[in-house]
Each structure stands twice: as C-alpha cells, then as structure tokens.
C-alpha cells in the first residue's frame, strides 16, 4: 500500500492504458467504496465535493462512468444530487443507461408474501434491519452480528424450500434476497454493449462480494478490478485502503484526463 492509501495497481493500469491509446470505462460501487459504510442504509452520506468530481470526471470520459450499486437508482440520484449518471441498482435489476434515460426495471417486485416470511424469520432479533427495496429484501445484521448464522440458515431454508427463483447474496454485514439472472456482472455487460461504454477497457471499483463477478466480467473484457479495504479485502491485500483513498484517485484521474486532453497532450 502506497502512502497515498491506494496501491501500485490502479496507477499502473491506467499508464498502460494511456500508452495503447485506448478509452476508460469506470464502473464504481457506492457504500465502501466512493462512501464510508454508515451504520444503517439511511445513514449514509456522501462526503461534500463527491457530486462534482463525479461530474468532472464522467464528462472527461464522455458519459462512460456508471454507479452500480444494491441501492436503487432513486436512491442513489437522491444521495449524490445533483449529479445523475448512468447507474444500476439493486445489483443489475435495475439500470440506467443514461443519464437522461429512465432506468429499466429489468426485474419484477418481490411478491408481498416473500417479505412477510422474511420477516417472520428476522423477528428472533429485533436489531435486524430490514430493506424492502421491490425486487430484492435486504437484511443488515451489523447491530447484531451474532444473529448472522441463525438468520443466514433460515433464509437459506427459505429459498431451498422453493421460494421461486430467488437466490441469496451475502455481502458486508447483510444477506439479500433477490431473483436469479442479475447481479453487478451482468449489468457491466450491459453497458459495455451501449455507447459511450463499448469499446473502452472497463475498470471496476468495489469492496464487496458482489463486486467480485463485475471484476471478473473486466477483466474478461481486457479491464481490472480494482478492491477496497474493509470486511471483505484486509489492507494488505486491498489496492485502496478505504473510501477516501478511491476518491483522492478518481481526483488525480479526472486532473490527469483533462491534462491529456488538453490540445497538444
């Protein structure tokens, strides 16, 4: 890890990718990684400054920056105001292709009687925190972590009993509930077959287990992903130590972007 809190990698991607003249697509998750992990869903907020280097930066790439998220978009364009990209929610159920676009809502709400069962499952520990968000339920066990093997053994039981295509994705401090057929992979896919995404090397910036088949469907694609310490990645095996160091680099990259592009460079 560099002093600047990121390591060698990122810097060096992008030297390479600057050397073979080819275009950048940056995909970036929201909570850990351009955020601090709040306590609770609603708690989270973006740190002053965020919305214009979003700004700034998805211009210098000509609109290929994305934000993909488990939030939904309309959470997402609510905490980041007034900046409004291209986005995924609710891990690729719903995307956005564009900023002027209205987000398609590739997946269907949960049936009302999956939220209700969930909710008979969490009631042995009222800390749980439930997150209906329609096409996935999420539920936040960081104020009672010792509640996580009872609670992950049930929904588990759940969706084995036949609970109708769903699937459970562990991530950090949560277990969610959503439908087979989208995760943060597939919404990559998705955009790097739209314009202004198609044909540039991708980079994804993550720190959870959701993030890691987006890395992978980079990677497939010629681009990296790229990790954030926390629960998931310890520092020393991280490439930035935590939010912060993510946006001091997509700062320098923005600076570095405008540099290159100015006439002459």
């Given at each position: 890890?560099?002093?600047?809190?990121?390591?060698?990698?990122?810097?060096?991607?992008?030297?390479?990718?600057?050397?073979?003249?080819?275009?950048?697509a940056?995909?970036?998750?929201f909570?850990?990684?351009?955020?601090?992990?709040?306590?609770?869903?609603?708690?989270?907020?973006?740190?002053?400054?965020?919305?214009?280097?979003?700004?700034?930066?998805?211009?210098?790439?000509?609109g290929?920056?994305?934000?993909?998220?488990?939030?939904?978009?309309?959470?997402?364009?609510?905490?980041?105001?007034?900046?409004r990209?291209?986005?995924?929610?609710?891990?690729?159920?719903?995307?956005?292709?564009?900023?002027?676009?209205?987000?398609?809502?590739?997946?269907?709400?949960?049936?009302?009687?999956?939220?209700?069962?969930?909710?008979?499952?969490?009631?042995?520990?009222?800390?749980?925190?439930?997150?209906?968000?329609?096409?996935?339920?999420?539920?936040?066990?960081?104020?009672?972590?010792?509640?996580?093997?009872?609670?992950?053994?049930?929904?588990?039981?759940?969706?084995?009993?036949?609970?109708?295509?769903?699937?459970?994705?562990?991530?950090?401090?949560?277990f969610?509930?959503?439908?087979?057929?989208?995760?943060?992979?597939?919404?990559?896919?998705?955009?790097?077959?739209?314009?202004?995404?198609?044909?540039?090397?991708?980079?994804?910036?993550?720190?959870?287990?959701?993030?890691?088949?987006?890395?992978?469907?980079?990677?497939?694609?010629?681009?990296?992903?790229?990790?954030?310490?926390?629960?998931?990645f310890?520092?020393?095996?991280?490439?930035?130590?935590?939010?912060?160091?993510?946006?001091?680099?997509?700062?320098?990259?923005?600076?570095?972007?405008?540099?290159?592009?100015?006439?002459?460079?």
């Amino acid at each position: 890890m560099a002093a600047n809190g990121h390591s060698s990698r990122p810097g060096l991607f992008l030297d390479r990718l600057t050397r073979e003249s080819a275009g950048l697509a940056l995909f970036l998750d929201f909570d850990g990684t351009l955020t601090e992990v709040a306590p609770t869903p609603d708690s989270a907020v973006a740190p002053a400054g965020l919305s214009d280097l979003l700004k700034r930066l998805s211009a210098r790439l000509g609109g290929a920056l994305a934000v993909i998220s488990g939030r939904e978009i309309a959470d997402l364009d609510m905490r980041l105001a007034p900046f409004r990209g291209a986005a995924a929610g609710v891990h690729g159920a719903e995307i956005r292709l564009a900023p002027e676009s209205d987000a398609d809502l590739g997946a269907a709400e949960l049936d009302p009687s999956a939220l209700a069962e969930i909710r008979r499952l969490a009631a042995f520990e009222p800390r749980l925190l439930i997150e209906d968000k329609g096409a996935s339920i999420a539920v936040h066990y960081r104020a009672a972590e010792s509640a996580a093997p009872r609670l992950e053994a049930a929904l588990e039981r759940y969706i084995a009993a036949g609970a109708g295509g769903l699937r459970l994705l562990r991530g950090r401090k949560v277990f969610e509930v959503l439908s087979f057929g989208f995760s943060k992979a597939q919404a990559v896919t998705r955009f790097m077959e739209t314009t202004p995404f198609a044909g540039r090397r991708p980079v994804m910036i993550g720190d959870d287990l959701a993030d890691l088949a987006a890395f992978d469907a980079c990677v497939a694609r010629g681009g990296q992903g790229f990790r954030v310490a926390g629960e998931l990645f310890p520092a020393s095996e991280a490439d930035f130590s935590g939010p912060e160091a993510v946006r001091a680099w997509l700062a320098d990259l923005a600076a570095q972007l405008s540099y290159r592009q100015e006439p002459g460079k």
